[in-house]
């Protein structure tokens, strides 16, 4: 787009919505926008990405608006934000619910009054973008750096499924498994305090990665109580701890299965297993969280179990509780 153009475009902003623009572009009807945000409580960023969404709505020839806030200027004490503290959640085993907890934990945790986003680098296999109901959603490129995707839930998030088309196979070698994780971890979380990072189950490059480039503060395990989850959950555990990662805790997930009929508690997969093998490892055991149909029909709906209310969003509540005050101690 000419200056013209986006000259043009910023004369339907008011004065200071316009003196906060950083970039402009208009293509095929498609208006994509990137404002200096720094220095605006979340409520202001909101009325700054309504007014100025609605304001270019309506001038003629846009079909589309994108807003990016960008609040990566040093703030008013000239002092520049840290770098947000990595979580990293990982599983030994594929299939126990990690890409769940890894969410949940992320609502919870921005529910508790921490700024925190979430980075799917699951990223043969990504779910995030399902779990917090940003499917589709495109996220928009910053001076080469991704500008994570809003969700409803106060969470940003970046999966490689809001760069990829839904069901494409995703064939990647290590190396450039690697490349992509890293953009997902080097985009503009300014206004975070914590990444979640959903890792892929094992101990791969993606790990191993995560560990030598992003050293996070620290770990959070997640198995289900069965004895088989449990052994590869101990080795996803002592990767982490070999690469210097200290191990926040473990969780165990589809723990306890309350019949929605008749009310007994069924384990189909045992129970008390993770703690037991926390306790073999020395680590803490952050809580259990119940199987429960709710809890999958909520993720697969894009509605996070820890945004509702009841005992599961309790639980994850307690999770986050648990991980906010290690950081806190950390
Ligand atoms: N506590 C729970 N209660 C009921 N369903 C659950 C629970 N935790 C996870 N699930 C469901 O189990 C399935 C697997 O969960 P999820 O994708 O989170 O696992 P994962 O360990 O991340 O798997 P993958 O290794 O494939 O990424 C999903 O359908 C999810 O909705």
């Not at 809003?150 to 690697?178: E, K, N, Y």
């Not at 045992?270 to 703690?275: K, P, T, V, Y």
Request: a negative charge; charged letters at 20%.
């Amino acid at each position: 787009m000419t200056n013209d153009a986006s000259d043009h475009l910023k004369t339907f902003l008011a004065p200071e919505a316009a003196a906060r623009v950083q970039s402009l572009r208009l293509a095929d009807g498609r208006v994509t926008i990137v404002l200096d945000a720094s220095g605006l409580d979340a409520r202001a960023r909101a009325g700054l990405e309504t007014s100025v969404t609605s304001a270019l709505e309506a001038v003629q020839g846009v079909s589309e608006v994108r807003v990016a806030l960008m609040a990566d200027k040093p703030d008013g004490a000239g002092a520049v934000k840290a770098a947000p503290r990595i979580i990293a959640v990982g599983s030994g085993k594929g299939g126990v619910g990690k890409s769940t907890v890894s969410a949940n934990l992320a609502v919870a945790l921005s529910r508790a009054g921490c700024k925190a986003g979430l980075v799917d680098a699951d990223i043969y296999g990504p779910s995030q973008a399902r779990l917090l109901g940003t499917e589709g959603q495109r996220p928009v490129a910053h001076d080469n750096r991704l500008v994570p995707v809003a969700s409803r839930w106060g969470v940003p998030v970046l999966s490689m499924a809001h760069l990829s088309d839904p069901g494409q196979a995703i064939a990647w070698r290590g190396p450039m498994a690697s490349g992509a994780l890293t953009q997902l971890l080097e985009g503009h979380w300014d206004d975070a305090e914590v990444l979640v990072v959903d890792l892929p189950p094992g101990t791969g490059d993606i790990q191993l990665t995560m560990l030598q480039k992003f050293k996070p503060a620290g770990a959070v395990i997640v198995s289900t109580p069965q004895d088989l989850a449990l052994i590869d959950a101990a080795r996803a555990a002592e990767l982490f701890e070999k690469g210097g990662v200290p191990v926040i805790g473990m969780v165990e997930n589809m723990a306890g299965y309350v019949c929605p009929h008749c009310g007994e508690t069924s384990d189909p997969f045992g129970s008390g297993g993770a703690e037991a093998c926390a306790q073999t490892m020395g680590a803490d055991f952050l809580g259990r969280i119940p199987l429960d149909i709710a809890i999958r029909r909520e993720s697969d709906a894009g509605t996070p179990t820890a945004a509702g209310e009841g005992p599961q969003a309790d639980a994850f509540a307690a999770l986050a509780r648990k991980v906010a005050d290690w950081l806190d101690s950390h």
